[in-house]
């Protein structure tokens, strides 16, 4: 088992409540040392792009 191999970075949709994985490709360790101001990404689900700043950020396992 290598849990943070399978984690994820993903965020929550704020207009259809779908989660879905976040564009950038992070990993645990390296997302804990970064500056991330606001980004804006786009649902995978419903096609909204909404901006997230670092705290709506999650990891899940995939
Ligand atoms: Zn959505």
Redesign the pocket.
Known sequence: MAPEDADVLSLE??????T?PSAIPMDPPTFATIRLESMLER??????A?RFSKHDYRFRSA
């Open positions: 949709c704020p207009h259809c409540g779908e879905f649902c995978s689900a419903c096609g909204h909404s």
